[in-house]
């Protein structure tokens, strides 16, 4: 079983397509999927169909039973939905969601938890219950910032939590074609192996992933072969190696 947390010091990356397509392409795989949103904004919550008004991460944080949080998605991926009430989350334990999921752990193949863009306690609690962290990037300068960022927040956080495992980082939204683009992602493929953050792969712009999402179906039904479809999979075969 693997708790996957996608985050980043940053906002616009793809993070949360990245974690709901993972999970999307873990559930076709026919996998047992749980996702945790600890994003205000909600988007992954609402990206897979679940109710960001029924009780969700908020609640869980602040003492309800694990159970009674989870909702369970026609993409057959179950979810612990995000609300704007995780902006006023005062927590000041990082330990809270990790023990909040053990009772379930050993249910699932794969948890998968999105994080906020910026930087506050749920991101420290989202990497104190991961065994895994992947990083959501663009290709531009702010994204290089924001790499070295969340690997220099993942080393310290290694001290209260020894599982965790940097698997590496993704480029989203990449359009090979300028000769800018093409320079930073290289910028980020070096800096990622010097701070052995590999990159795992890039995922192109597709007008049939905006539209998966828009209707709340998971991109390996309705357009398995479509190149983010690919990429994310291909993404995937290297996380579960």
Do not use: W
Request: hydrophobic content about 40%; proline content about 4%; overall charge positive.
């Amino acid at each position: 079983m693997q708790i996957i947390t996608v985050a980043v010091i940053k906002g616009g990356t793809g993070k949360t397509a990245t974690c709901a397509s993972l999970a999307q392409c873990a559930a076709h795989e026919g996998k047992k999927v749980l996702c945790v949103d600890l994003d205000p904004q909600a988007t992954l919550t609402n990206m897979l169909g679940a109710d960001r008004t029924a009780p969700g991460a908020y609640s869980l944080l602040n003492g309800a039973f694990v159970l009674d949080t989870i909702q369970q998605t026609k993409q057959n991926i179950d979810v612990i939905g995000g609300s704007p009430a995780l902006a006023a989350d005062k927590g000041k334990s990082i330990y809270r969601l990790s023990s909040a999921l053990e009772p379930i752990q050993k249910a699932y193949d794969f948890i998968f938890i999105d994080t906020p863009p910026s930087f506050c306690g749920l991101t420290y609690e989202a990497l104190q219950a991961a065994t895994g962290l992947i990083v959501a990037l663009n290709a531009d300068q702010s994204s290089i910032q924001g790499q070295e960022y969340i690997l220099d927040l993942a080393k310290m956080q290694k001290k209260t939590n020894q599982k965790l495992k940097v698997l590496g980082c993704v480029i989203t939204q990449y359009d090979k074609r300028p000769k800018i683009s093409r320079y930073y992602h290289d910028k980020i493929a070096e800096q990622g192996k010097a701070l052995k953050c590999p990159l795992l792969g890039d995922v192109s712009r597709s007008v049939s992933y905006l539209e998966a999402c828009a209707l709340h179906r998971n991109l390996y039904e309705y357009a398995p072969k479509s190149k983010p479809a690919l990429e994310y999979k291909a993404i995937y075969n290297r996380i579960v190696k």
